[in-house]
């Protein structure tokens, strides 16, 4: 078991432009959630996804989007990127209604430049 | 808005002793609290949890103790060991609400 995997593990932007980071949860999870984790701050959520569909948002404007496919897995896109956005972008995967179950990939770190 | 505060950035103890992390809350709506162990390149690790219903949880060398009058909650690890060396997060929900707000860490430094 792979665990949660997620791509690419760098990538460096500029101001403006558009990021997808992918991420594939563990063996039986149906559920994924987002963070951000800004550089000596703890992880902020962002939204969740169940049933392909998005569950829960956190406090983040709608340049922040999400997409679940049918084999689970899950996407997070960035648009008009801002020098802000740069973080550890974690995905989590868990069973749907259980917050304990929550396993966390490695993450994505963004750069904005 | 900083709702769940790790106000120690940083402790050091030797092996063997207690190591005491601290984490405060303001919102009362916050009913499931979790710590979470983060080692360097690695995602945060689930490590134990206690509901509101409950003022202490324990697992092992880990023990919670929840204060919910004083919105504070602790996690203890008895005795500590070199292995325990991370960065320790708090986080609280309300129960059932996937929006879990997270302190800011604690790096735990355990020496032998």
């Known amino acids: 078991d792979a665990g949660v995997t997620q791509s690419p593990t760098h990538l460096i932007k500029t101001r403006g432009q558009q990021v997808t980071l992918r991420c594939s949860p563990k063996s039986g999870h149906d559920t994924v959630s987002w963070y951000q984790q800004a550089l000596g701050q703890g992880p902020q959520f962002i939204f969740q996804y169940y049933e392909e569909e998005e569950r829960q948002r956190g406090n983040f404007p709608d340049r922040f989007s999400g997409h679940q496919f049918p084999n689970y897995s899950s996407e997070l896109n960035v648009n008009a990127l801002l020098l802000g956005d740069s973080a550890l972008y974690l995905c989590?995967?868990?069973?749907?209604?259980?917050?304990?179950?929550?396993?966390f990939g490695p993450g994505t770190r963004l750069l904005v430049l | 808005d900083q709702q769940v505060k790790q106000n120690s950035p940083s402790l050091s103890v030797q092996e063997g002793r207690i190591s005491i992390l601290n984490c405060d809350y303001t919102n009362s709506m916050f009913d499931y609290f979790l710590w979470y162990k983060k080692y360097p390149a690695e995602g945060p690790t689930f490590l134990i949890s206690?509901?509101?219903?409950?003022d202490k949880n324990e697992d092992g060398r880990f023990t919670v103790f929840l204060n919910k009058s004083a919105k504070h909650l602790s996690l203890h690890i008895v005795p500590s060991q070199p292995g325990d060396s991370a960065v320790y997060f708090c986080a609280a929900s309300p129960l059932n609400n996937n929006d879990m707000r997270f302190g800011a860490g604690t790096r735990l430094t355990v020496k032998p």
């Open positions: 206690i509901s509101s219903i409950k």
């Open positions: 989590a995967s868990s069973l749907w209604g259980s917050q304990e179950t929550q396993y």
